[in-house]
């Protein structure tokens, strides 16, 4: 069974510093990998999907890398500001049988980024 | 629409009581998903539906998990007889045409089961 582990739990950064958000996947076997965002009541945001033949993905300031052969990814966010305190969540895309793909997720890093 | 919704918003049921959430997707998009998310964990799959057909419930906890999307556009998870562990937010999600491609989430129903 595919596992999802986000470390830390927590981070708290002050502004302008950058960051690394770490997960890891116990099965390669992967279709691709997408990291969230998680906002108190909001529900999750896509922010970069990583297909399982490319190495990385930008999109402003974020920058996100994927090595399947050693089951890890990595959430870079750059000069980090106040509102992009949140969970950050993992999840991996496996093929689950009869045509269909499902998400496991890890359990976040919860953001605090101090002004 | 604009994104996905999800009504109602928060809901506190007795044990035992029936419930039912409601789920409206991105307008046009073929593929819906139902997570739960318990306190301090991630979202866990529950079913998946392209249109109107189940494809997959493997991730429903028990029997007392009933999801329906009869005319292909808005879902509901009915939860039977309610119990304490059933606290959690209920998440939906919709995707374009199938669920290689990126998930859009609704804002969640957060259940409390007293």
Not at chain 1, 82 to 91: I, K, R, W
Not at chain 2, 65 to 76: D, K, M, Y
Request: overall charge positive; some cysteine; aromatic content about 10%.
């Amino acid at each position: 069974k595919q596992e999802v582990t986000q470390i830390p739990a927590a981070l708290s950064v002050p502004e302008g510093e950058n960051l690394v958000l770490n997960c890891s996947f116990t099965d390669s076997a992967i279709y691709n990998l997408q990291w969230f965002r998680q906002d108190p009541g909001k529900g999750l945001t896509s922010l970069l999907l990583i297909q399982s033949s490319q190495r990385e993905q930008t999109s402003g300031r974020l920058n996100a890398s994927l090595d399947k052969s050693s089951g890890r990814s990595t959430l870079y966010i750059a000069a980090s500001q106040p509102g992009d305190s949140a969970t950050y969540l993992c999840a991996v895309r496996v093929y689950s049988g009869a045509g269909s793909y499902q998400l496991t997720f890890g359990k976040g890093t919860k953001l605090s980024v101090i002004p | 629409g604009a994104g996905v919704s999800q009504s109602p918003r928060y809901k506190v049921a007795k044990r035992g009581q029936d419930v039912a959430l409601r789920c409206d997707p991105i307008s046009g998009h073929v593929s819906l998903f139902w997570y739960q998310q318990a306190l301090g964990q991630g979202p866990e799959f529950l079913t998946y539906f392209q249109n109107e057909a189940q494809l997959d419930k493997s991730g429903l906890p028990s029997d007392r998990f009933f999801a329906e999307r009869p005319e292909g556009s808005v879902s509901t998870l009915k939860i039977q007889r309610t119990q304490q562990e059933d606290s959690a937010v209920y998440l939906c999600a919709s995707s374009y045409r199938d669920t290689r491609e990126t998930q859009y989430f609704g804002p969640g129903t957060r259940l409390l089961v007293l």
